[in-house]
């Protein structure tokens, strides 16, 4: 039965209160006469916020009718660089009054006797934001790219919002989030990391000595990209999750929209797994005035694949650290190594072609290995966490806990999560040693010690790359660059090997 509430409704309905508290907040909002919650129920989508479905009828007011809306809350935990809702409300409707395509902000609150935490209401748009339909889908081939061209002026539109602006006043300044902020952000989260990551120091090394001129700011999305706007059939119905806003760099966004991490299994489309890049710089340029630099967007591409990679391992801290039982956070800290050979492409693209074939320093020969090296225990710190067995355990705990109580209410856990996290799991117990050797032992014969404590070595390796530590001598150098290619196809023959396959590695 739905709640129904007026002015004059009692408060009490201890069974269903968030939803008459929510629709009472409707009604003192609205100016409606009454207000009836027929569903309020969960939404596929938001790895950070909670979106929930609110089927609603009002009565009066400025909603009077049947009204399909979205209420957004904060999830249970999130990351550091995420709006608050109320922000993020109104840099929603910054846009919206931008002509921008959003669904209406409406309403929001920051009483927590309501909801029971922070929410903002808006109007639901019919579509789907699931990338990998999006890209994988035959029917929309033909329309894609003037999807990316409307997208590019999207996107513009967003840009032409720009400081000072009163309403938009708890935004950062653009020096607190440019490059070199960022870039001090990145490394602060690598220095509290429990696994180093020396392809990422890499590649905050090249964009510490690349820094682009200052850029005038503008109102970035900063998570512009394929599975954050919606489309319903060719129609684009809005652009979404808007909790990453902020002043920056417009070549942020474009960078960011073209990063190989968003194009969702179809690397041959550069503007977000959709179009060429050439239909979504036109509609930007078209509606904005401005050349896009290509040079300041390869930068920004290469910050695209670092931040996504912090943002995959703080998506795993979550499950690690954080506490939240989830087989999809444990597995996405596993992305943060597609991210690094997406870095390796952009910065060494000479080098991929030979890395595999033709190493480039001398190896320790596997006689002279030491017994003690030959354990996959002692290689563990080049692998993303968690690792098998903890991805193991987590499994068999979805399984027996959730999947088989549940199937008879009909409701259905996602088995490719399961199954790709015991196929992982398979290989590093199978491949471990015989995937990574080449890489370890390298490692060993950079540092001139045979048999090295490997987590230690791995960190004063990560540290070399951070202050371009074999920048001096261009044989050491190349050793180096061998070691961070190996290193990432080793983790991601465990981890992914299809995505190795689709970048050109068998």
């Not at 990679?309 to 795993?316: F, H, P, T, V």
Request: include cysteine.
């Amino acid at each position: 039965m739905a709640d129904m509430v007026s002015p004059q409704s009692d408060a009490a309905d201890v069974g269903n209160g968030r939803r008459a508290a929510l629709a009472r907040f409707l009604v003192a909002e609205s100016g409606a006469r009454v207000c009836e919650i027929d569903a309020l129920v969960p939404l596929a989508g938001g790895a950070i916020q909670e979106n929930w479905g609110l089927d609603t009828r009002f009565s009066g007011g400025s909603l009077d009718g049947p009204q399909r809306l979205v209420l957004r809350a904060a999830g249970n935990t999130g990351v550091p660089s995420s709006l608050e809702r109320l922000h993020e409300f109104a840099v929603l409707k910054a846009a919206f009054a931008a002509g921008v395509t959003v669904p209406e902000p409406l309403y929001a609150s920051a009483d927590p006797s309501i909801f029971g935490k922070p929410f903002f209401v808006m109007r639901r748009a019919n579509g789907t934001a699931a990338a990998h339909h999006i890209t994988r889908n035959p029917a929309l081939d033909p329309v894609l790219p003037q999807i990316g061209e409307q997208l590019g002026r999207e996107l513009a539109r967003i840009h032409a919002i720009r400081p000072p602006r009163p309403d938009l006043d708890f935004l950062s300044p653009y020096e607190k989030s440019d490059p070199a902020c960022q870039i001090a952000g990145f490394r602060d989260y690598l220095d509290a990391h429990p696994s180093p990551r020396p392809v990422l120091e890499w590649g905050l090394r090249w964009l510490e000595t690349h820094v682009p001129a200052p850029a005038e700011p503008v109102l970035c999305h900063h998570d512009f990209r394929t599975g954050n706007y919606l489309l319903d059939g060719a129609r684009l119905t809005g652009i979404l999750d808007w909790e990453f806003a902020g002043w920056g760099d417009p070549h942020e966004d474009l960078g960011w929209f073209c990063s190989k991490g968003w194009r969702f299994a179809r690397l041959d489309r550069e503007a977000g797994g959709i179009a060429d890049r050439e239909p979504f710089y036109r509609g930007y340029e078209a509606e904005s005035g401005r050349r896009i630099d290509p040079v300041r967007v390869h930068f920004w591409e290469v910050i695209a694949s670092v931040r996504w990679a912090i943002i995959a391992l703080q998506q795993s801290d979550r499950h690690i650290l954080g506490g939240e039982r989830s087989l999809d956070l444990a597995l996405t800290g596993r992305r943060a190594s597609e991210c690094e050979l997406a870095i390796l492409m952009l910065l060494d693209p000479a080098y991929q072609s030979s890395v595999i074939a033709a190493p480039s320093c001398s190896r320790v020969r596997k006689e002279q290995r030491p017994e003690a090296a030959a354990s996959p225990v002692s290689i563990s710190p080049i692998n993303d966490l968690p690792r098998g067995p903890a991805l193991l355990a987590c499994a068999r705990e979805l399984l027996v806990s959730d999947l088989l109580p549940l199937l008879p209410a009909g409701r259905r856990l996602d088995a490719r999560l399961i199954a790709n996290c015991m196929a992982i799991a398979q290989r590093e117990a199978e491949q471990m040693w015989s995937t990574a050797e080449p890489a370890v032992l390298e490692l060993a014969t950079l540092y001139g010690d045979p048999d090295p404590p490997y987590a230690a070595v791995l960190a004063r390796f990560a540290r070399d790359m951070r202050i371009g530590g074999f920048e001096n001598s261009p044989e050491r150098a190349g050793c180096a660059r061998d070691i961070l290619w190996r290193l990432t196809i080793a983790k991601l023959r465990m981890a992914n090997p299809r995505f190795l396959a689709a970048n050109g590695f068998s």
